[in-house]
């Protein structure tokens, strides 16, 4: 019996948020491994099957630390004949749009060869770190899957990806508009580009939901608001409310933060003066 360990890292340019909400999904492993041809996980995301080829890979996460940002898993069932397998990825930040990620193996080799064991640890470990990076280069489509974008609404999207709210603006009228359409619907310009807004204003509306997921610390059903934004008169713009008393009443003050959903930024209003 022989003890290999593999030890990686790459760098990815995003917060580390956003590559924790990712790689703490134990059950998410596919969208960002590469070479996955069948996978299937138990109903509490704590058992998963992933088949590669003809290899079947067994695997049950043992821990997940969201304070240290750091998941531990084992493989049950392989084909690599190994007495013990323990697995570690960490993500750590190294600035506001970089993050390390850091994957540990460490198994014992009862019977094969244990460089070419070594080899290809090396080589999966490198391809789901690549994969990894791949996931958080992709266009804004892919980085919204439930959302359904189109060229109108992309541009703004896109600008969530930078935590920044944009809105079009016509170089015609010079007013803005929302939600974004490829005209102006004052002056019927096509002359439109996004611009930043401040994402301050007053609750409008005030819905209350009891579908879809809540945001982080606010409790169901949970707040919906549309905020008439500072920039003009009429702009407004419709987003959850992170107020866990979820009494904002209309014409409260809001600011807008952000939320890190399904990996990737999502705008939330927080009443002025709240505490994040
Ligand atoms: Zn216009």
Excluded: K
């Excluded at 323990?86 to 460490?106: F, R």
């Excluded at 359409?181 to 002056?187: D, K, L, S």
């Excluded at 904002?248 to 930024?265: F, H, N, Y």
Aim: charged share 20%; with cysteine; net charge negative.
């Amino acid at each position: 019996m022989t003890r290999v360990r593999v030890t990686r890292s790459i760098g990815v340019a995003v917060p580390v948020d956003e590559v924790w909400d990712l790689v703490s999904r134990f059950d998410q492993l596919p969208r960002w491994m590469p070479g996955i041809d069948a996978f299937a996980a138990t109903p509490d995301g704590r058992v998963r099957t992933v088949l590669s080829g003809e290899a079947t890979f067994l695997e049950r996460l043992t821990g997940i630390d969201p304070v240290e940002h750091r998941v531990t898993y084992s493989l049950i069932h392989s084909p690599l004949d190994l007495s013990t397998h323990e697995g570690t990825i960490a993500v750590h930040s190294a600035g506001p749009n970089a993050t390390v990620v850091d994957w540990v193996l460490d198994v014992t080799v009862d019977s094969r060869d244990p460089e070419e064991v070594r080899t290809g640890l090396r080589a999966a470990v490198d391809a789901g770190l690549e994969g990894l990076r791949a996931y958080f280069s992709a266009p804004v489509w892919a980085r919204y899957p439930s959302l359904a974008l189109d060229e109108d609404s992309a541009p703004g999207v896109a600008g969530w990806l930078d935590r920044r709210l944009l809105v079009p603006r016509c170089a015609s009228c010079s007013r803005l508009h929302l939600p974004a359409r490829p005209v102006c619907p004052y002056c019927w310009s096509d002359e439109v580009q996004h611009e930043p807004v401040s994402g301050r204003g007053v609750v409008a509306l005030s819905i209350t939901l009891r579908q879809g997921p809540a945001y982080p610390g606010v409790g169901y059903p949970y707040p919906v608001v549309t905020v008439e934004l500072e920039e003009q008169a009429g702009l407004r713009f419709s987003s959850g409310l992170a107020d866990p008393s979820r009494t904002s009443p209309i014409g409260a003050p809001v600011e807008l933060d952000w939320v890190v959903r399904d990996a990737a930024p999502f705008p939330v209003f927080r009443p002025i003066g709240a505490s994040a």
